[in-house]
């Protein structure tokens, strides 16, 4: 009997899909990603790859530390080809990229509501690991409350010894973070 199983590479799928070749069916499975039709294959099943559109996925990420949207968006515009497409939109940030681990697309949009950073993720493969990888990228993973007292003891190392200036000055000087704190006395 030929037979077809939407959701092949899914909980219920896959046991299905193995006891239907054992008993010597002809099995068809659906699944939404190239690694799901590559596991079906193994289980020596057909696979169709088809594109299903999924509903946005939303994360929520607590923002520990000093971080700011508008300051992510500033520095990415200065980024080509990758500079930010200017929608009218300054609230928010968003992009394209490959998921680490499936590779398939993902469209991300963040925006911010106080310490609290919302993405949201839409694309074909796994929507919560491209909301991981947002969080990573733009540093909402790492807990910085403690790095405006390292920038304060950063600035006034680099002031007693270089006297007070701008930081345009000082990089015109050759001055950098790097540079003075590998001058220590």
Known sequence: MKVFVAGGTGAVGVPLVRRLLAHG????????SHTGAELLRGLGAEAVHAHVPTAPWWARCEVL???SLCTS????EGFAP???NPRGDEGRLRTVFCVEGDWQRAEATVSQSGTTGWIEVVGEGDLDAAATQVCR???LDVDARGWPEVGR???AEITQRYGPADLATLCQRGVTTTSA???RP
């Open 25 to 32: 069916d002809a099995v068809t499975g659906l699944t939404r």
């Open 65 to 67: 530390g000093p971080w």
């Open 73 to 76: 968006r500033a520095f990415w």
């Open 82 to 84: 990758a500079a930010l």
């Open 137 to 139: 990228f733009l540093s």
């Open 153 to 155: 003891r950063v600035d």
């Open 181 to 183: 704190a590998s001058q």
